[in-house]
């Protein structure tokens, strides 16, 4: 975890994480997690974890305050709380536009999350999702909103863990003994396999359960994105 957490001096805008200790917790702070003493007292304090999302963030839409941190985090109308960590932006947001009055901050990943739970709760209004037709759900929105967009992203739903890309040479996921770790950028050199493009896969306790169908939604960048990274030295 503090090797994660070493990638925020190229990160340094804020970190946030969810936990579990007697109940889920979610904390979120807006500044480098390399240099939280607030991260540091709860690592050093935290039990063996069944599920845990952490997240680093580069400022690329909206400020850097707390509520622009990740994890974001809402419940839908039949009680399930749902978690989410993107890392991308969100260029074609036609979807999410409707949203500016009634975010908590001001970044496109918070958007995105608030039009994720209105599909939700839409859905569930008229009537109760199986499991299976939950994990059909989360691909059909990832498709939709994966094509012109950097749409890598987790959900956790308190039971299953959905995991989606659609940028080349990013996210992979490593096993362990007691479980998966997924990270946008490997942490050593050994073990490390490249997440699916442009598909979802669900899992739970450490095994994968769903595998969505592919989707044409791949992120290709634009020249003039090549050269603003270029100019960025990135």
């Not at 598909?199 to 791949?218: D, I, M, P, T």
Request: charged share 25%.
């Amino acid at each position: 975890m503090r090797l994660f957490f070493a990638h925020s001096d190229k990160n340094p805008h804020g970190w946030g994480m969810m936990y579990e200790k007697n109940s889920s917790i979610i904390v979120r702070e807006p500044k480098k997690a390399s240099a939280s003493t607030l991260l540091e007292k709860i690592m050093t304090g935290l039990p063996p974890q069944k599920t845990l999302l952490a997240h680093i963030r580069y400022a690329t839409v909206g400020t850097i305050k707390k509520e622009n941190c990740h994890p974001f985090r809402a419940s839908d109308i039949s009680g399930r709380v749902w978690t989410m960590i993107h890392n991308g932006t969100i260029y074609s947001g036609t979807g999410t536009y409707r949203y500016f009055k009634q975010q908590s901050g001001d970044t496109d990943s918070e958007r995105l999350f608030m039009a994720f739970m209105d599909k939700i709760n839409d859905r569930l209004g008229r009537g109760e999702l199986s499991e299976r037709e939950r994990f059909a759900l989360v691909s059909e929105f990832t498709a939709e909103h994966a094509p012109r967009n950097k749409l890598n992203l987790m959900l956790y739903d308190g039971d299953l863990l959905y995991v989606h890309k659609n940028m080349k040479n990013t996210l992979s996921c490593k096993k362990f003994e007691s479980g998966l770790l997924f990270t946008t950028v490997p942490l050593d050199n050994d073990g490390w396999t490249p997440m699916p493009m442009a598909q979802l896969v669900a899992y739970r306790n450490g095994s994968e359960v769903y595998r969505g169908e592919r989707h044409k939604g791949v992120f290709i960048p634009t020249l003039e994105y090549i050269t603003a990274l270029d100019a960025m030295n990135i």
